[in-house]
């Protein structure tokens, strides 16, 4: 089992059964897909800049179009929005990101905006972020974007790895 995930996240084929080893058999040799998939992670591939900016460039394109198609909406409907409601629009627009970024990352370990490039987000194995990882991945992207892109620049140094990379212990691989 990973050591990130505990006991409650294990998946089928995790799962330690209670049964004792008998002393005298002789250990056995590890299954050939395990030693394929600790050799798939042992040399991971440098994600180009490019790559990730542009699966940056596809995410924010969505969220500024959700935006504009909501605010449409209101035009529509006859609603004028109010400075008073601007808060409830910014609450919306916060809510659509968190569920269109952390779900997608949970569950099949890329945004549609990574699908759109082939990139995958993992952390050390080969199972998509847990929901906490996600959040704290998808808090560092709202850092970046607040701070106009400038953490993003993180990613060209040596390690590859941006603000939003470091808080979530992850790496983006490409297919």
């Known amino acids: 089992m990973s050591p990130r995930r505990g006991q409650e996240q294990a998946t089928l084929f995790e799962l330690e059964l209670d049964e004792e080893p008998v002393a005298d058999e002789a250990p056995a040799a590890p299954a050939p897909v395990a030693r394929v998939a600790s050799i798939r992670r042992q040399a991971p591939a440098a994600v180009p800049f490019r790559a990730r900016l542009f699966a940056g460039l596809v995410d924010l394109g969505v969220h500024v179009a959700v935006a504009a198609l909501a605010l449409v909406g209101t035009r529509l409907l006859g609603v004028t929005l109010a400075p008073t409601q601007l808060p409830a629009f910014g609450a919306l627009l916060v809510v659509f990101s968190l569920f269109y970024t952390v779900v997608p990352l949970a569950f099949w370990g890329k945004t549609p905006g990574m699908a759109a490039v082939g990139l ?56």
Do not use: Y
């Open 120 to 175: 995958v987000c993992h952390a050390g194995d080969d199972l998509p972020l847990t929901f906490a990882e996600a959040l704290n991945r998808w808090l560092g992207e709202v850092v970046t974007v607040a701070a106009l892109g400038l953490p993003g620049l993180l990613a060209l140094a040596a390690s590859r790895r941006s603000l939003a990379d470091r808080w979530s212990s992850s790496e983006l691989a490409g297919r």
